[in-house]
């Protein structure tokens, strides 16, 4: 009996190990995966419902965007554009009583910062009062294009009335994202026959036509 009673007892733990190891360990262990697996899930849609929320933010602030790269592009353009920068200056020293006397830009240079953006050196040579010069530096950073003002160099003279006449030297750096120069040139410049097209462009002021039509009826009466 008491044999009986021990097999039955040893039977019973038997099938009880068997049960759990082939039925119980298994659906435990995939419980436990499928924990893992819903952790991830709930961690993906998160970082989804994050994302979602930025695209969303984008949409519904497209305008404001893109109106701030097309001041990124006034800015820093992608081509030199210096005619219209030239126009832009011409029209500024008018406009503050200043007397535009040269106005020299270069080609452009790699930035010292080692960005993509291209450095345009530019100089001028301007003339009036205090409160001229003063408005026509603040027209530069006025203007839609950056234009950076590196150095100022003055110098003063006394005109015949009495009144003090400030000329200035400025240093101007604009930016670009283009290596090279368009091919049209500046407004009213003409092609020199054999000149090299890679030079860079020369101003004149307007006092130079003169000079030299007088230097020649100078020239042509000693003869």
Request: aromatic share 6%; no cysteine.
């Amino acid at each position: 009996m008491r044999r009986m009673v021990i097999f039955s007892t040893l039977g019973a733990l038997l099938v009880t190990a068997l049960w759990w190891m082939f039925l119980i360990s298994p659906r435990n262990g995939k419980i436990s995966d499928l924990g893992d697996e819903l952790v991830v899930a709930q961690d993906t849609q998160s970082r989804l419902q994050v994302q979602i929320a930025a695209l969303e933010e984008i949409r519904d602030r497209e305008v404001e965007f893109l109106a701030a790269v097309g001041r990124l592009d006034a800015l820093i353009p992608d081509r030199p554009l210096l005619d219209e920068f030239i126009e832009e200056v011409h029209a500024l020293s008018e406009d503050t009583g200043v007397h535009l006397q040269t106005l020299s830009p270069s080609l452009p240079t790699p930035a010292s910062d080692g960005s993509v953006l291209r450095e345009i050196p530019v100089s001028m040579q301007i003339e009036g009062d205090f409160f001229d010069l003063l408005g026509f530096l603040f027209g530069l950073s006025d203007m839609e294009r950056l234009a950076r003002v590196d150095a100022v160099s003055l110098s003063s003279t006394t005109a015949e009335d009495g009144a003090t006449i400030l000329s200035a030297s400025l240093e101007v750096n604009l930016f670009t994202l283009a290596d090279v120069f368009p091919t049209e040139g500046f407004p009213g410049d003409q092609p020199v026959e054999g000149e090299n097209p890679n030079d860079p462009p020369t101003t004149t002021t307007p006092g130079d036509d003169f000079e030299a039509n007088e230097e020649e009826s100078t020239a042509g009466g000693g003869g």
